[in-house]
Antibody, heavy 117, light 109 residues
């Protein structure tokens, strides 16, 4: 079955960067877009963007443009999301989720990123 | 940017009763509307896409309706496992960006 397994929790200082990975299995990696969604503690879902693993093309939400980079390594069926210049309000669970465009039908387990001095 | 507004923020309903959740878009999104369910400590789960199509293995008590700017998720007879937070999500065909609503918490009355 389809599985998205994300990397473990991270603790970062303000101004640092974080790179979260998402390894896909159970289906053809390049057939699906990989989206990234985050959720601050006790808050709602926030869509960050997606990458087309086949071409490497990306689209980012305006809020994250210039601060987020989504990449992939098709040799190991893994997508990455890097966020730079971290601030305390970037503290959140970061999810990857796959889709044939839309909707997001399978989700990773989430990665908690804590930004604290 | 399109703004998605869900109401109410919290809905209290008894098991076995019907729940009706609303999602409003600040401008027309056609049928590009998705519903998710999220339980504490879990990732979201896809329920409805294309405003009204149930996802695989979603029970028939869940139904979606609407188009344009007004959308509804109806749960016809609430089961204990349905108490959760529900999010709507809109997406554009081009540019292919998306926004979530702020969520509706469905709690046991």
């Amino acid at each position: 079955q389809v599985q998205l397994v994300q990397s473990g929790a991270e603790v970062k200082k303000p101004g640092a960067s974080v790179k979260v990975s998402c390894k896909a299995s159970g289906d053809t990696f390049t057939n699906y877009y990989m989206h990234w969604v985050r959720q601050a503690p006790g808050q709602g879902l926030e869509w960050m963007g997606w990458i087309n693993p086949n071409s490497g093309a990306t689209t980012y939400a305006p809020k994250f443009q210039g601060r987020v980079t989504m990449t992939r390594d098709t040799s190991i069926n893994t997508a990455y999301m890097e966020l730079v210049s971290l601030k305390s309000d970037d503290t959140a669970i970061y999810y990857c989720a796959r889709a044939r465009g839309w909707p997001l039908d399978h989700w990773g387990q989430g990665t908690l990123v804590t930004v604290s001095s | 940017e399109i703004v998605m507004t869900q109401s109410p923020a919290t809905l209290s309903v008894s098991p076995g009763e019907r729940a009706t959740l609303s999602c409003r878009a600040s401008q027309s999104v056609g049928s590009n509307l998705i519903w998710y369910q999220q339980k504490p400590g879990q990732a979201p789960r896809l329920l409805i896409y294309g405003a009204s199509t149930r996802a695989t293995d979603i029970p028939a008590r869940f139904s979606g309706s609407g188009s344009g700017t007004e959308f509804t998720l109806t749960i016809s007879s609430l089961q204990s496992e349905d108490f959760a937070v529900y999010y709507c999500q809109q997406y554009n065909n081009w540019p292919p960006v998306s926004v979530f609503g702020q969520g509706t918490k469905l709690e046991i009355k």
